[in-house]
C-alpha cells in the first residue's frame, strides 16, 4: 500500500495563496494518477484536481485558472497551488492515489484508494 501524508494547510485571506504538499512512500509512485478532493463541513466531497501518470490534468469548473496541481516523481510528491483563494475554498483537503490507468484522471472520489489524513485550508 502506499501512504500519503499531506501538509501546508493553514489559515489566509482572501485573494491570498497556499501551496499544500503530499509525500507518497511507494517506490512506484510515478504509475498512480494522484487527486487533491476536499471536503467542507455540510457539504459533500468534492474533487478538486487530478493528475495522471502521464501528466494530464483536470480540474474542476470552480478552480479552473486559480489552482494548478503538480507532480515531482523524482521526490515522490504532489503538490497543489491555490492562487486568488475564496472563503468557499475553505475545507480539509486531502491527496488521494489510484493504481487504475486513465485517459483522463477522475474527480470521483469512487475511483481512489489511497487517502491522506487531510490537512484544513481556511480563507477568510
Known amino acids: 500500500d502506499v501512504q500519503l501524508v499531506e501538509s501546508g494547510g493553514g489559515s489566509v485571506q482572501a485573494g491570498g495563496s497556499l501551496r499544500l504538499s503530499c509525500a507518497a512512500s511507494?517506490?512506484?509512485?510515478?504509475?498512480?494518477?494522484m487527486a487533491w478532493f476536499r471536503h467542507a463541513p455540510g457539504e459533500e466531497r468534492e474533487g478538486a484536481a487530478a493528475?495522471?501518470?502521464?501528466?494530464?490534468?483536470v480540474y474542476t469548473d470552480a478552480v479552473e485558472g486559480r489552482f494548478t496541481i503538480v507532480k515531482d516523481d523524482a521526490k515522490n510528491s504532489l503538490y497543489l497551488h491555490m492562487n486568488s483563494l475564496k472563503p468557499e475554498d475553505t475545507a480539509m483537503y486531502y491527496c488521494?492515489?489510484?493504481?487504475?490507468?486513465?485517459?483522463?484522471?477522475?474527480?470521483?472520489?469512487?475511483?481512489?484508494?489511497?487517502w491522506g489524513q487531510g490537512t484544513q485550508v481556511t480563507v477568510s
Open positions: 488521494a492515489a489510484s493504481y487504475a490507468s486513465f485517459i483522463l484522471p477522475p474527480l470521483r472520489h469512487s475511483e481512489y484508494t489511497y
Open positions: 511507494k517506490y512506484r509512485y510515478t504509475s498512480y494518477c
Open positions: 493528475i495522471s501518470s502521464s501528466g494530464r490534468t
